[in-house]
């Protein structure tokens, strides 16, 4: 099914195809909520590294969520395991499907093609993410002994200035930060369609706008926080 398909309704179907069906409706569910909604938060709480006293407001926003037990909770089975769905699901989809950009250049079939791109390369980088922020205080402690065992704003400065596999981590994390942008934004518009949020051309061309409009605006608040991570100049510079 492309980006650009309704989803055919369930009755009638076989049940080998109706279990794709499903699937592909969990998947497409999943990449919003809880997702999407992670990523936005995600987005918001580094945002606050940006600004005078960026440094302070990051640090006790890692304090509070590291210091409340119910969050490793919502870590494991509000957030985990729906990636890890999404990720293998996805990445069975990006294999089954069959792209044909160098026959028909159309925008819809790049953007189809763009997206499990995107997904592939995110699979890695969440990995890579996940196991420098979030396990390697739990795994490596020594490392983290100075702040009491919580990642802090230094640690994210020196981690994303240094260089890893013979690329700039901060690099890394622009790449990652467009992918993830990408993928959220343009899922976001093939889920109103396989939902029936969004029905006819009308109605996708808008939406498809303003999908466009929050993926931009996603992408600056990333890409702002990146760098205040990296420069720590931009951290004190005043906002708008």
């Known amino acids: 099914m492309s980006e650009s398909e309704v989803a055919a309704p369930s009755r009638g179907l076989?049940?080998?195809?109706?279990?794709?069906?499903?699937?592909?409706?969990?998947?497409?569910?999943?990449?919003?909520?809880?997702?999407?909604?992670?990523?936005?938060?995600?987005?918001y709480q580094n945002f606050k590294a940006y600004g005078p006293g960026g440094e302070h407001r990051f640090d006790t926003v890692v304090e509070d969520l590291q210091g409340n037990p119910v969050v490793l909770y919502l870590e494991i089975f509000?957030?985990?395991?729906?990636?890890?769905?999404?990720?293998?699901?996805?990445l069975f989809l990006a294999r089954e499907a069959r792209h044909n950009v160098g026959s028909y250049g159309y925008g819809r079939n790049w953007a189809f093609f763009a997206q499990r791109i995107s997904g592939v390369l995110l699979v890695a980088y969440i990995g890579y993410h996940l196991w420098m922020t979030r396990l390697r205080p739990e795994l490596a402690p020594e490392l983290f002994e100075s702040s009491g065992g919580l990642l802090t704003y230094g640690y994210m400065h020196d981690y994303l200035t240094s260089v890893h596999f013979g690329i700039p981590t901060w690099a890394i994390y622009f790449l990652g930060v467009s992918a993830a942008v990408f993928h959220f934004a343009n899922g976001l518009w093939g889920f109103m369609i396989h939902w029936g949020i969004t029905v006819g051309p009308k109605a996708q061309r808008v939406s498809g706008f303003a999908c466009a409009g929050l993926g931009v605006l996603l992408w600056v608040v990333g890409i702002v926080s990146l760098y205040a991570f990296v420069s720590p100049s931009l951290a004190d510079v005043a906002l708008p």
């Open 14 to 43: 076989p049940a080998r195809d109706l279990k794709h069906l499903l699937l592909r409706r969990l998947h497409s569910l999943t990449g919003v909520l809880p997702i999407g909604a992670f990523l936005v938060e995600h987005f």
């Open 78 to 90: 509000a957030i985990g395991l729906p990636i890890l769905y999404h990720a293998i699901y996805g």
